[in-house]
């Protein structure tokens, strides 16, 4: 029989995943894994799509170099091109990333000259180099990024002539609703500036998986043995502080209850669940009650929408040396608000096409990015709606009126699936690091109870510098599962032998 203490992690992502491999190679024998949909991988998921693969969720390992455990693993298994392997792209900073080859299309139907968006792109990198530099200290804590960049838009644009104005405000808006995908966030005006710099970039140049992100996942779960994830096994509410009887007489401080009705007791779980499906259900999940510091932190963390449509032609009728596509409204400003009425606006909000390589083994492929309340409004359209605008769209960018449709699409609709409820992680005005500190904290709080460590919390959410991302994930994963190896090993107690 299996022995030692049981552990419950709910939720298999990456952070789940994680938590679950570390605890088997430390010899805990009681594991399971809940996860509510039908498939493991969580917000890593990779599809068939065109001739290869499409990444629905994560798309980049951001920061592959040492130090960073997804790229680590990622060549640990084998799973990374060559290049990706070599020492100088390891080196290389977010902020002189090589200029990938752009073209820039406008919605007057003619290419913009790219070392226009250059000059741009450089003063406009300045200014988040200053946000990245406030502290806590120097910062007023109601103050936002969005604000910030505007008003060294504002200050900057007193010495542009008027027709600079223009195109170097459409440029600027361009490169927001950039930065509203990377962060997840409506509008750069909802993202607190104070901790903005909190988050941490690795060194390297951000590479893909070409066997698909999901492969990763399959790798660190392999290892465990059959039965340990269960799927199609949603967790409906998690009873602590409890006296729940197990198996050979012994007591357990926590059950888990799942929407079918099965039971589950434990010593220790470990809650991976998205900060989104948190905001839905937190109030009802646990009993008793969540601390008014942890509600407080689920409340007011950030936790939006970033989507992607991704959409095949017959034949690219962009440059075949090109990588990304940039998009940009003329007339359109940082300084004023978008257009209201969503059904014909929303497709204003995407930020622009990364061209999915290579074409050989993809085909002709585009993918795009939108965040914010557009992007959700997007997840309620049918794809027929959606390629009829996206080849209006081209037809006015490329001024070809004749530009075939896509031939096939796929989109991602993170904000409507029930267990994610959006796509990642921002410190939002009204919050900072020190919520992403309480989420992580372990339940219950006081050091002094007979049994400690009864919910524990990780996920993306909760590592204050590496929230959003798939390394985030993992890292929290296994910072969990390292808080219950050191109680056992404190204790002693090799969980490995069987008393
Ligand atoms: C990265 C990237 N990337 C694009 C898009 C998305 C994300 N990320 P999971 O949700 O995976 O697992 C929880 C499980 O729990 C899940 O399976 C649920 O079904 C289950 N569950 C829920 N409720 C349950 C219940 N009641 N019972 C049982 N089970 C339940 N990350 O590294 N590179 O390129 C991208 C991207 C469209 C949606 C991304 C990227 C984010 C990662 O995908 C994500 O963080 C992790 O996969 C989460 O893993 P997890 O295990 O925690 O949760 C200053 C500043 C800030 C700027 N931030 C910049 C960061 C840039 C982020 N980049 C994003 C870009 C893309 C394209």
């Given at each position: 029989?299996?022995?030692?203490?049981?552990?419950?992690?709910?939720?298999a992502?990456?952070?789940?995943?994680?938590?679950?491999?570390?605890?088997?190679?430390h010899?805990?024998?009681n594991?399971?894994?809940?996860?509510?949909?039908?498939r493991?991988?969580?917000?890593?998921?990779?599809?068939?799509?065109?001739?290869?693969?499409?990444?629905?969720?994560?798309?980049?390992?951001?920061?592959?170099?040492?130090?960073?455990?997804?790229f680590?693993?990622a060549?640990?298994?084998?799973?990374?091109?060559?290049?990706?392997?070599?020492?100088?792209?390891?080196?290389?900073?977010?902020?002189?990333n090589?200029?990938?080859?752009?073209?820039?299309?406008?919605?007057?139907?003619?290419?913009i000259?790219?070392?226009?968006?250059?000059?741009?792109?450089?003063?406009?990198?300045?200014?988040?180099?200053?946000?990245?530099?406030?502290?806590?200290?120097?910062?007023?804590?109601?103050?936002?990024?969005?604000?910030?960049?505007?008003?060294?838009?504002?200050?900057?644009?007193?010495?542009w002539?008027?027709?600079?104005?223009?195109?170097?405000m459409?440029?600027?808006?361009?490169?927001?609703?950039?930065?509203?995908?990377?962060?997840?966030?409506?509008?750069?005006?909802?993202?607190?500036?104070?901790?903005?710099?909190?988050?941490?970039?690795?060194?390297?140049?951000?590479?893909?998986?070409?066997k698909?992100?999901e492969?990763?996942?399959?790798?660190?779960?392999?290892?465990?043995?059959?039965?340990?994830?269960?799927?199609?096994k949603?967790?409906?509410?998690?009873?602590?502080?409890?006296?729940?009887?197990?198996?050979?007489?012994?007591?357990h401080?926590?059950?888990?209850?799942?929407?079918?009705?099965?039971?589950?007791?434990?010593?220790?779980?470990?809650?991976?669940?998205?900060?989104?499906?948190?905001?839905?259900?937190?109030?009802?999940?646990f009993?008793?009650?969540?601390?008014?510091?942890?509600?407080?932190?689920?409340?007011?963390?950030?936790?939006?929408?970033?989507?992607?449509?991704?959409?095949?032609?017959?034949?690219?009728?962009?440059?075949?040396?090109?990588?990304?596509?940039?998009?940009?409204?003329?007339?359109?400003?940082?300084?004023t608000?978008?257009?209201?009425?969503?059904?014909?606006?929303?497709?204003?909000?995407?930020?622009?096409?990364?061209?999915?390589?290579?074409?050989?083994?993809?085909?002709?492929?585009?993918?795009?990015?939108i965040?914010g309340?557009?992007?959700?409004?997007?997840?309620?359209?049918?794809?027929?709606?959606?390629?009829?605008?996206?080849?209006d769209?081209?037809?006015?960018?490329?001024?070809?009126?004749?530009?075939?449709?896509?031939?096939?699409?796929?989109?991602?609709?993170?904000?409507?699936?029930?267990?994610t409820?959006?796509?990642?992680?921002?410190?939002?005005?009204?919050?900072?690091?020190?919520?992403?500190?309480?989420?992580?904290e372990?339940?219950?709080?006081?050091?002094?109870?007979?049994?400690?460590?009864?919910?524990?919390?990780a996920g993306?959410?909760?590592?204050?510098?590496?929230?959003?991302?798939?390394?985030?994930?993992?890292m929290?994963?296994?910072?969990?599962?390292?808080?219950?190896?050191?109680?056992?090993?404190?204790?002693?107690?090799?969980?490995?032998?069987t008393?």
């Amino acid at each position: 029989g299996s022995q030692g203490p049981v552990v419950v992690i709910i939720g298999a992502g990456i952070a789940g995943i994680a938590a679950a491999e570390k605890l088997h190679k430390h010899g805990f024998q009681n594991i399971k894994v809940l996860e509510a949909t039908g498939r493991t991988g969580g917000r890593i998921r990779t599809e068939r799509f065109a001739k290869g693969l499409v990444e629905i969720g994560a798309q980049w390992i951001h920061g592959p170099s040492p130090g960073n455990p997804v790229f680590e693993l990622a060549s640990q298994f084998g799973l990374l091109r060559p290049d990706t392997l070599l020492e100088e792209n390891q080196k290389i900073k977010w902020d002189d990333n090589p200029s990938s080859l752009q073209v820039i299309y406008s919605s007057a139907g003619r290419k913009i000259d790219p070392e226009v968006m250059t000059n741009i792109t450089e003063l406009y990198n300045t200014w988040v180099t200053q946000v990245r530099n406030f502290t806590n200290a120097d910062c007023d804590p109601e103050a936002s990024v969005g604000q910030f960049i505007r008003e060294k838009i504002v200050h900057s644009s007193q010495e542009w002539d008027k027709e600079q104005v223009k195109m170097n405000m459409a440029l600027l808006g361009a490169l927001l609703k950039v930065e509203c995908c990377v962060t997840a966030a409506h509008s750069m005006d909802q993202v607190a500036l104070c901790p903005f710099g909190e988050y941490t970039m690795f060194p390297g140049l951000d590479c893909t998986i070409p066997k698909g992100f999901e492969s990763l996942v399959n790798h660190m779960k392999a290892p465990l043995p059959e039965g340990t994830v269960l799927l199609n096994k949603a967790v409906k509410s998690i009873q602590w502080n409890g006296s729940f009887p197990g198996s050979n007489s012994h007591v357990h401080p926590v059950q888990v209850q799942c929407e079918d009705g099965d039971s589950f007791v434990a010593d220790h779980v470990i809650v991976t669940v998205p900060l989104g499906f948190l905001k839905k259900r937190s109030v009802d999940f646990f009993s008793p009650p969540l601390s008014p510091r942890k509600t407080q932190a689920i409340k007011n963390l950030g936790f939006g929408t970033n989507n992607k449509i991704v959409l095949e032609f017959e034949k690219p009728f962009w440059d075949s040396n090109s990588t990304q596509i940039q998009i940009i409204w003329e007339g359109e400003s940082p300084l004023t608000e978008p257009k209201e009425d969503m059904k014909q606006n929303w497709m204003k909000k995407i930020a622009g096409f990364v061209v999915l390589e290579p074409p050989e083994q993809m085909g002709h492929v585009l993918c795009g990015f939108i965040a914010g309340e557009q992007s959700e409004y997007m997840e309620t359209l049918t794809d027929e709606e959606i390629l009829s605008t996206m080849t209006d769209y081209f037809r006015k960018f490329t001024g070809d009126p004749e530009l075939p449709p896509p031939i096939s699409m796929v989109r991602s609709q993170w904000h409507s699936q029930p267990y994610t409820g959006g796509s990642y992680t921002y410190v939002a005005v009204g919050s900072s690091g020190i919520d992403v500190d309480n989420l992580a904290e372990p339940l219950p709080t006081d050091k002094e109870v007979l049994k400690p460590l009864q919910v524990l919390f990780a996920g993306e959410a909760t590592e204050r510098n590496f929230h959003s991302t798939t390394h985030g994930a993992l890292m929290s994963g296994w910072r969990e599962a390292q808080r219950l190896v050191d109680k056992y090993s404190d204790l002693g107690a090799n969980v490995s032998k069987t008393k």
